[in-house]
Structure formats: C-alpha cells, structure tokens
Nanobody, 116 residues
Framework: QVQLLESGGGLVQPGGSLRLSCVASGSIIGIGIMGWFRQVPGKQRELVATITAGRRTNYGDSVKGRFTISRDNIMKTIYLQMNNLQSEDTAIYYC??????????WGLGTQVTVSS
C-alpha cells in the first residue's frame, strides 16, 4: 500500500508564503512523476506543478513565477514553495505520484487559505 502524506497548509495573508511537503511511503515500485494539484468546491481539480525523477518541472499558468516545486528522491519527498499567495490560490492542495507501473496515487490533501 502506498501513502502520500501532505503537510504545510494553513492560513496566510495575501502576499505571504507557504511551503507544502509531501512524503511518499509504503510499497512503492519506483517513483516516477510527482506533483501538486488543487481543487476548490464546485470546480475541477487543476494542475499546480509536476516534477519528474530527473527534476524536469511543469507549472500551471496561474502559478508560474510564484510557485516552485522541488524533489528529494532519497527522502521520497516533494515540496511546493508558494510565494506571493493570492485569494485565488485558496484551495485544497493534493499530492500526486505515479509509480513505474503508471499507477497514480493521491494524498488526502491539505487546506491552503489566503485571506486578510
């Protein structure tokens, strides 16, 4: 069984920063691409950022230049540094991982709220 545990969410004022972490554990058959997605009630889950094992990154248009994804392959952890947060960034942020067999796994999510 594979588990993804997110942490680092919370309440922050507009213009502030947060750093999310996601640790993968369990019976992992090789870790492929990992990433962050977010969802607000009534809307589809959207891409925030992904990173390959070779550290190639991809970002959603709304977060480019503000968010940075990084990865520690030894610790099976990814991070999301979020700067200049705005109210529209308020969402539940989910960690995603694909293993070498192409199976996708999701964490339970961590709430990020941007409000003054």
């Amino acid at each position: 069984q594979v588990q993804l545990l997110e942490s680092g969410g919370g309440l922050v004022q507009p213009g502030g920063s947060l750093r999310l972490s996601c640790v993968a554990s369990g019976s992992i058959i090789g870790i492929g691409i990992m990433g962050w997605f977010r969802q607000v009630p009534g809307k589809q889950r959207e891409l925030v950022a992904t990173i390959t094992a070779g550290r190639r990154t991809n970002y959603g248009d709304s977060v480019k230049g503000r968010f940075t994804i990084s990865r520690d392959n030894i610790m099976k952890t990814i991070y999301l540094q979020m700067n200049n947060l705005q109210s529209e960034d308020t969402a539940i942020y989910y960690c995603n991982m694909e293993d070498r067999l192409g199976r996708a796994f999701w964490g339970l999510g961590t709430q990020v709220t941007v409000s003054s």
